[in-house]
């Protein structure tokens, strides 16, 4: 069975820091494109980061760009998003998507539940 399983989340102050993992089970992440994604109440699911299976190129949106890092460790089956910085404007669920296709583009098949990420000011 596949499955992707988010942890991590929580409270923090703005300012802090949080490291999400996403653990894969039924696949490799090595051979899928992984992404984070979340969505904050009121507003529309928004892609954070991704990690190619082509290459391991990364890639960030503008708002979370040198303050994330998005890392994969094959021995564990898992990718990480480490969240520095974090703003109240981060607080939202969370999610890892993985996507067969090489370079980051969709469809991504698999999802996990998500994490909640609540950043207070």
């Known amino acids: 069975e596949v499955k992707l399983v988010e942890s991590g989340g929580g409270l923090v102050q703005a300012g802090g820091s949080l490291r999400l993992s996403c653990a894969a089970s039924?696949?490799?992440?090595?051979?899928?494109?992984i992404a984070w994604f979340r969505q904050a109440p009121g507003k529309e699911r928004e892609e954070v980061s991704c990690?190619?299976?082509?290459?391991?190129?990364?890639d960030y949106r503008d708002s979370v760009a040198g303050r994330f890092t998005i890392s994969r460790d094959n021995a564990k089956n898992t990718v990480y998003l480490q969240m520095n910085a974090l703003k109240p404007e981060d607080t939202a669920v969370y999610y890892c998507?993985?996507?067969?296709?090489?370079?980051?583009?969709?469809?991504?098949?698999?999802w996990g539940p998500g994490t909640q990420v609540a950043v207070s000011s």
């Open positions: 039924g696949f490799t992440v090595d051979d899928y494109s």
């Open positions: 998507a993985a996507a067969w296709t090489p370079d980051c583009t969709w469809p991504f098949d698999y």
């Open positions: 990690i190619s299976s082509r290459d391991r190129s990364t």
